[in-house]
C-alpha cells in the first residue's frame, strides 16, 4: 500500500494498532504535515523526547525552508538507527520492534529511528549455573548484551553472527554464532537450514527450538545443552561449535554438545587440574549413583538376597519388619516424596522455602520411620540418589536421571539384577546411537578417540590441551602453537 | 514389527530371570544347620537369625531361634520344620553344616548330593562333626545361639587357621571334592562339647567315605604345614634346660617336589618363611634362633609324617595327586596306595630372620 497520504495512512494504524500505548503526534505547518508514531510501552520515553522529538520539533520552530523534507529529517535526526521503509507493511514491523516512525505527507517514502526501551535486567549472576572461582556474569534476555558478552571475550572478526528471526508471531531474534576459522561451516548451513524450516507462531525460549531443531527427539537425555554462562559459551565456541543466542531469553544453546560435557564445568578449566580430575571422578560416581542406588538396593533385598553379606541380610531384615509396603511401593513413595519436596522447594518464594524443607525433611527423615511406613535403609538409599543427582547444574540431566532411575527401579523389581544389567546395555546402546546434526554424541568414548582422552574423565595439565575437539573443530586444530 | 518383537523380548524376560521375587520380611534365615542319623531316620535341626528389633533391652545382638524336624530324607525334614517355622526357609547363607559320627559314616555322601544339588545353598559354609554328642545339642548351645554378630566357635576356627595354624577351617566345598576324587583324603574338623563349653577337637580322617582315625591336635599344625594351609603360625621350642622360646613364623609357603628312588616314591619338603621373634628366653644369637626353628618345625612335620605312615597308613596330605601330576609315568605303574608306606622325605628349611 502506499503511504504518500498522511490522514488515509494514519487512520489505517489507528484501526489496526489500537491500544492505550499508541502514540501519534501530528504537526503541522502550512506547507509540511509530518506524524511521528511509536508505542509508548516499548519505546524510551527519553529517547523519544529528548533526542526524536526535540529534534523534530527544532526544525519545526526554524521554519524548514528546504523543498526536500525527507532528505533533511534523514540527515538532522540525530540517532544512530535510522532507516527509510516505503511500504505500509514495514511501519507495522518497525513500530512492534520498538522504532519510532516517521511519516512525511506527500511522501512514498517514511523515517524510521531507533528508541527501543531496555526492558530487561542488567547483567547478574546466573542463578541456574554457579561457580565459585570465575567469571560471574551471565547472559540476560537481551540479545544485544548476550552477543557483547561473547564479542568481549573473543575480539575477533572471525567471530561471525548470522541473525534468523524465526516465530511467525514472536520474531524472535536468534543469532547463530561460530569462528569462521575453526568451525565447520556445513554444520553451520545445516543448523540455518533446519531453523529457516521452523514455521511456529512464537519461540519465547530457546527450549522451543531444542526441540524443534533435532530430528530424533526421543531420547531422555538432552543432546543439545543450553547454558547460561558466556564463558561456557566462549570455549564452545573456541572448540569450533555453533552457539545460538536468543533475545528474550538467558539460555543459549550449544551445538553439538557430548554426553561428556554435562560432567564438566567452567570452573574445571579455571582450577589445578590434578583437583579436577578427582571431582570429575566423583561426579561420575554420582551420575551411576544416582540412577542405579534404589534399583541395586530393590534387586539385592528382592531376588538377590544370596549376594549380600549375612550381616547386612539380618540388618535389612530386621529393619523391614513392620513395614506394610512391598520394598518397590516403598522406595516409590519416598521418590515420589522426594520430588514433589524439591519441586515445591523450587517454585515456592523464597519466604516459604525453609518451612517446607524443615516440615519434609522431618517427615520424610524421621517421622515416617517411625510410623513404620518406610524403613530407614531407605530413607538412606534415597537421600543418596537424591543427593547425587544435584550434583549437576543442569536441569534436563536431573531429569533425564530422574526418569532413567525409575525405569531401572522397575527392571529391578521384576529382574533383579539380571534387569539392571540388561537394562543398562540397552541404555548404552540408545546413548551410543544417538547422533546430533551427524555427530555422534557419545564422543570421544564411542567412537573412541584416545588423543580426546585428555579431558574427559580427567582434565591434563593446560600445556597438554594442545587440541581442540576433533570433531567439530575442522580447521585452526591447534589451541596451544608450537614453539619453534 | 519391531514393537512385536519388544513385546515378545518383554514376554519372554521372565522365563530367563526366573522371576524369583520375594520380600525379605517373609524369609526365615537359616546360618546353622545340623543333620543327626537316628534309627533310620534324619534329624534336621537348623537355627534361624532372629531379625526382630530387641527393644528389651538395648543389646544389638540377634538371638537365633532353632528348630528341629524328623524325615525320611533332608528335604521331607526341612519340609517338617517349615511347619513351625511362619516364614519361607532360606537357605543361602548358611555357615555351618554340623554332622555327627552316625551321619559321617553312614550319609555322608548323600548329604553332599543333597547340599550340591540344592541351587539355593551357597556352597561355602564350614563343617565340622560332632564327636561326643549329637549334632543337634552342639546347635542348641548357647555359645552358638546367642552369638551373631560377635564372634563364636567358628571364628575361634578361623582365627587359629589363619594365625597359628592350629586347626584346619573345612570348607563344604572342599569336603565335596576331596569326597570325590581318588587320591584325595577328605579331612573334617570335630568339635565336642566339653562342661558346656564348645572346644576344637581332633581332625577326622576318612578313608573309603568312613572315619579311620582322628589326628591327635600336636599333629595339626604339621598337618596344616604339609598342605601350605598356614600363613602364619608359632613355633615354640626348648632352648635350655626347661625354658622356652616363641618365635612367629609369616608368609610360609610349602612346596613338595616328588621323586623316585630305587622306583620307590620320595619327597623333598621346601618350607620357607620369615622368622619375627617374640619371646626368646635363652638370649640366642640369630643363628641359632633359626637352627633351633628349623629343627623344630622338622621334628613337627616328620611326627605327623611318621604317625601317618606307621599308624593309619594314610596319604593325608594328598601327595598322591602330586605324582600323580608330576609323575604320572610313575603313578601308573604303582599302586601308590601301597607304596606310601615306604615313602622317604627330607625336609628344607629355608627360614630368614627379620
Known amino acids: 500500500m502506499n503511504i504518500d497520504n498522511l490522514d488515509k495512512t494514519l487512520n489505517k494504524i489507528k484501526i489496526e494498532c489500537a491500544g492505550p500505548d499508541l502514540n501519534i503526534k501530528l504537526m503541522e505547518t502550512k506547507k509540511i504535515r509530518l506524524a511521528t508514531i511509536y508505542l509508548e510501552t516499548i519505546t524510551s520515553t527519553s529517547e523519544m523526547n529528548d533526542v526524536i522529538l526535540k529534534n523534530i520539533s527544532d526544525d519545526f520552530r526554524h521554519e524548514i525552508k528546504f523543498k526536500d523534507v525527507y532528505n533533511y529529517l534523514y540527515n538532522s535526526i540525530s540517532c544512530g538507527s535510522i532507516n527509510t521503509i516505503s511500504s505500509y507493511k514495514e511501519i507495522i514491523e518497525y513500530l512492534y520492534n520498538g522504532f519510532a516512525v516517521v511519516l512525511i505527507d506527500k511522501s512514498d517514502k517514511a523515517i524510521v529511528c531507533e528508541a527501543r526501551a531496555t526492558l530487561d535486567r542488567g547483567v547478574s549472576t546466573p542463578s541456574s549455573e554457579a561457580i565459585i572461582r570465575g567469571p560471574k556474569d551471565g547472559f540476560t534476555e537481551n540479545f544485544n548484551k548476550n552477543l557483547g558478552l561473547i564479542r568481549r571475550r573473543i575480539k575477533s572478526p572471525d567471530l561471525k553472527v548470522i541473525e534468523k528471526n524465526c516465530g511467525r508471531l514472536s520474531k524472535t531474534r536468534i543469532g547463530v554464532m561460530y569462528i569462521s576459522t575453526i568451525a565447520d561451516k556445513h554444520l553451520v548451513d545445516d543448523i540455518i537450514k533446519k531453523i529457516d524450516q521452523i514455521d511456529i507462531d512464537a519461540i519465547l525460549d530457546s527450549g522451543y527450538l531444542r526441540e524443534l531443531i533435532i530430528d530424533d527427539n526421543k531420547s531422555n537425555f538432552p543432546t543439545i545443552m543450553s547454558s547460561e554462562r558466556p564463558d561456557k559459551a566462549s570455549m564452545a565456541l573456541l572448540d569450533g561449535r555453533v552457539v545460538l543466542i536468543f533475545d528474550n531469553t538467558p539460555f543459549v544453546l550449544i551445538i553439538p554438545t557430548f554426553f561428556i560435557d554435562y560432567f564438566h564445568t567452567p570452573e574445571d578449566y579455571y582450577q589445578k587440574s590434578n583437583n579436577v580430575s578427582f571431582i570429575r571422578i566423583i561426579r561420575f560416581i554420582a551420575f551411576f549413583l544416582s540412577i542405579l542406588t534404589p534399583a541395586i538396593y530393590i534387586a539385592l533385598v528382592t531376588h538377590n538376597q544370596k549376594n549380600i553379606p549375612t550381616g547386612f541380610l539380618v540388618n535389612f531384615a530386621s529393619q523391614r519388619i513392620g513395614v506394610p509396603f512391598p520394598s518397590f511401593v516403598e522406595a516409590l513413595i519416598m521418590m515420589i516424596a522426594f520430588e514433589i519436596l524439591r519441586e515445591s522447594d523450587i517454585r515456592l518464594p523464597s519466604i516459604g522455602g525453609s518451612s517446607v524443607s524443615i516440615l519434609g525433611g522431618i517427615i520424610i527423615g524421621d517421622a515416617a520411620v517411625s510410623a513404620g511406613i518406610v524403613s530407614p535403609i531407605m530413607v538412606i538409599v534415597i537421600s543418596i540418589t537424591a543427593i547425587s543427582s544435584l550434583i549437576f547444574s543442569q536441569v534436563d540431566v536431573i531429569s533425564a536421571i530422574r526418569t532413567y532411575r525409575i525405569i531401572f527401579l522397575i527392571a529391578a523389581t521384576i529382574f533383579g539384577i539380571y534387569g539392571i544389567i540388561l537394562l543398562s546395555i540397552l541404555l548404552i546402546i540408545r546413548l551410543t546411537s544417538l547422533e546430533v546434526f551427524n555427530i555422534p554424541f557419545t564422543y570421544p568414548f564411542a567412537p573412541f578417540n584416545l588423543k580426546e582422552q585428555n579431558d574427559t574423565l580427567i582434565r591434563a595439565q593446560r600445556k597438554k590441551l594442545q587440541f581442540r575437539n576433533f570433531i567439530t573443530a575442522k580447521k585452526n586444530i591447534r589451541r596451544i602453537k608450537k614453539e619453534s | ?354
Not at chain 2, 560332632?130 to 548351645?141: D, P, T
Not at chain 2, 567315605?209 to 600363613?231: E, R, V
Not at chain 2, 601308573?332 to 606310601?340: H, Q
Open chain 2, 1 to 354: 514389527m519391531k514393537k512385536k518383537i519388544l513385546i515378545l523380548i518383554i514376554l519372554l524376560l521372565p522365563l530367563i530371570s526366573g522371576c524369583n521375587y520375594k520380600e525379605l520380611n517373609n524369609l526365615s534365615i537359616i546360618n546353622y544347620i545340623a543333620i543327626d542319623y537316628i534309627d533310620n531316620e534324619y534329624l534336621t535341626t537348623v537355627k534361624v537369625l532372629n531379625t526382630e528389633k530387641n527393644t528389651d533391652n538395648q543389646s544389638d545382638t540377634f538371638n537365633g531361634v532353632t528348630y528341629s524336624a524328623k524325615g525320611k530324607t533332608i528335604t521331607e525334614s526341612i519340609t517338617n520344620i517349615s511347619l513351625s517355622i511362619p516364614k519361607k526357609i532360606y537357605l543361602s547363607h548358611i555357615e555351618l553344616l554340623v554332622i555327627s559320627e552316625s551321619v559321617a559314616n553312614n550319609k555322608l555322601n548323600d548329604i553332599i548330593d543333597y547340599f550340591i544339588k540344592n541351587n539355593e545353598v551357597n556352597k561355602n559354609f564350614s563343617v565340622l562333626l560332632s564327636r561326643n554328642s549329637s549334632a543337634k545339642e552342639i546347635l542348641e548351645e548357647k555359645e552358638l545361639l546367642s552369638s551373631y554378630p560377635y564372634g563364636n566357635i567358628l571364628s575361634s576356627i578361623e582365627n587359629s587357621s589363619n594365625t597359628s595354624g592350629i586347626s584346619s577351617d573345612i570348607k563344604f566345598i572342599d569336603l565335596a571334592y576331596y569326597l570325590n576324587t581318588d587320591y584325595k583324603t577328605p579331612i573334617l574338623t570335630t568339635i565336642k562339647l566339653d562342661n558346656d563349653k564348645l572346644t576344637i577337637d581332633n581332625l577326622a580322617i576318612f578313608k573309603n567315605n568312613k572315619i579311620i582315625s582322628y589326628l591327635d591336635n600336636q599333629y595339626n599344625l604339621g598337618y596344616n604345614f604339609m598342605t601350605d594351609n598356614i600363613n602364619q603360625a608359632i613355633i615354640n621350642y626348648k632352648c635350655d634346660n626347661d625354658k622356652y622360646s616363641s618365635v612367629r613364623l609369616n608368609n610360609t609357603n610349602t612346596i613338595i617336589r616328588p621323586k623316585i628312588k630305587n622306583n620307590k616314591p620320595y619327597i623333598n619338603i621346601y618350607i620357607t618363611g620369615d622368622i619375627y621373634l617374640i619371646e626368646n628366653t635363652c638370649n640366642n644369637t640369630n643363628t641359632e634362633i633359626r637352627n633351633n626353628t628349623s629343627k623344630e618345625i622338622n621334628n613337627i612335620i616328620s611326627n605327623v609324617l611318621e604317625y601317618s605312615k606307621d599308624n593309619i597308613n594314610t596319604d593325608i596330605f594328598n601327595i598322591e595327586e602330586i605324582f600323580y601330576k608330576f609323575k604320572n609315568k610313575y603313578y601308573n605303574s604303582i599302586n601308590f596306595k601301597d607304596k606310601y608306606k615306604d615313602m622317604k622325605y627330607k625336609i628344607i628349611t629355608r627360614l630368614e630372620m627379620r
